[in-house]
Structures are given as structure tokens and as C-alpha cells.
């Protein structure tokens, strides 16, 4: 079962434009991560965000967290055509085992 | 830097033949994970190993689906019979602990499996 959503399914931007990508999820979580995905290719980590979080920075990317909402977004600025990718957050529900639970993904494409 | 090893890449089989995965995670990790992904679709669990311990295998189809990892390192996913709908990307992930510590997984680049 998937607990993140993200939205949008799809974007597409030109390149040197922000992106911004939402993740709702439905239960209480020790925190929640963002991963980004080549066509093709397995998952590299970009950022992780506790419950205690609000914000956080990691060059290019801002990650927001409300928990009140249930809600996360990634936030790309000046983005590159290398940023084309899809993008997924996934979420630690507290009181697991630590198993980690991905949405269906933001597929962003930036065109040159 | 480390990497999660997979193998094979590209796996192309009947259905009802038997198929098999190999992961290698990253050096010192505990936590060795198999996740499916379906094209256009998320990553879903179906395995997590605390060392040779399965600590969660609630969406395995255990009726074709096995993994092990007997000495807490390497693991193998098998799938016998394969059936049409097994077609997709397995991943294998590691990580130091679990992820409820702030642990990150670090993803393989994933078997394609094509099944005809």
C-alpha cells in the first residue's frame, strides 16, 4: 500500500524555472525523505526531514514539512535539464520497524 | 564510494520458470532490503533484513517468493513460478540501521525482469 502521494504526477519546465513537488501522506511519521530516480536506474537519496523539522536546505533543493497537513514539498530552484528525473518521497510511520513507504512519484521534465 | 551490487541487470524469462536475484549491499550494512517496482510506479517493500533476520515480509507473495540472507550479508530473491504480472524492476537497498534512526537506504541499480 502507498502512503505518500505526490503531486504533480507530472511537470514540465523550462530550464533555469523552479520546481515544486507536494507529498501528502496519511499517518504519523519519525520522518520523511526524498528520492530521486533516472530513467531506468535505482534511487539516490537527496534529502531526509524529521518530525521536528520544518524546513531544510541542501544546495539547490528545500525541503518544507507540515505535519499538521500531513504534507511535504521539494523545491528546485533554477533548475538544469540534468534535474529531468522523477522524484519520490517516501515516509518512516512511527512505531515501525523502519520500513520505508514510497509514493508514486513526480515525473519532472526540464526542457533546455 | 560503496555501492549496493545487483544482479542480473536484465532478466528475460518464461512464465512458470524459475528466476533468481543477487544483492551484495554496501559493506558494514545491517539492513538489506528488496523493493518492486512496477513501470510508472513507486517502490513497494516486499522484504526487509535485520542482518539474517526478516523483520518485515508482510507483502511477499510467499507462494512464489523467497529471500534469504544466511550469513547477514548477501541476499537472494527467488521467484518460482514466475507469472506475467512479476514483470517489473527489483531493487535491492541497504542502510547502516533502520530507517526510523534517520538512516538513509542506498538504492542498487535494480534487476529488470521481462517476463514472457
Known amino acids: 500500500s502507498q502512503q505518500g502521494e505526490e503531486d504533480p504526477q507530472a511537470l514540465s519546465i523550462q530550464e533555469g524555472e523552479n520546481a515544486t513537488m507536494n507529498c501528502s501522506y496519511k499517518?504519523?511519521?519519525?520522518?520523511l525523505q526524498w528520492y530521486r530516480q533516472n530513467s531506468g536506474r535505482g534511487l539516490v537519496h537527496l534529502i531526509l526531514?524529521?518530525?521536528?523539522?520544518r524546513e531544510k536546505h541542501s544546495g539547490r533543493l528545500r525541503v518544507t514539512l507540515d505535519t499538521s497537513k500531513k504534507s511535504s514539498s521539494l523545491l528546485i530552484t533554477a533548475s538544469r535539464a540534468a534535474d529531468t528525473a522523477s522524484y519520490f518521497c517516501?515516509?518512516?510511520?512511527?512505531?515501525?520497524?523502519?520500513?520505508?513507504?514510497f509514493g508514486q512519484g513526480t515525473t519532472l521534465q526540464v526542457k533546455p | 564510494e560503496a555501492e549496493v551490487a545487483q544482479s542480473p541487470r536484465y532478466k528475460i524469462t518464461e512464465k512458470s520458470q524459475a528466476v533468481a536475484f543477487w544483492c551484495d549491499p554496501i559493506?558494514?550494512?545491517?539492513?538489506l532490503y528488496w523493493y518492486r517496482q512496477i513501470l510508472g510506479q513507486g517502490p513497494e517493500l516486499l522484504v526487509q533484513?535485520?542482518?539474517?533476520?526478516?523483520?518485515?515480509d508482510s507483502q511477499l507473495p510467499k507462494d512464489r517468493f523467497s529471500a534469504e540472507r544466511l550469513k547477514g550479508v548477501d541476499s537472494t530473491l527467488k521467484i518460482q513460478p514466475a507469472e506475467l504480472g512479476d514483470s517489473a524492476m527489483y531493487l535491492c537497498?541497504?542502510?547502516?540501521?533502520?530507517?526510523?534512526?534517520?538512516?538513509?537506504?542506498?538504492f542498487g541499480e535494480g534487476s529488470w525482469l521481462t517476463v514472457v
Open positions: 537497498a541497504s542502510s547502516l540501521s533502520t530507517v526510523d534512526s534517520g538512516n538513509t537506504i542506498y
Open positions: 499517518t504519523s511519521i519519525n520522518n
Open positions: 526531514i524529521r518530525s521536528n523539522e
Open positions: 517516501a515516509t518512516d510511520l512511527s512505531g515501525n520497524t523502519g520500513k520505508l513507504i
Open positions: 559493506s558494514g550494512h545491517a539492513t
Open positions: 533484513f535485520q542482518d539474517e533476520s526478516v523483520v518485515d
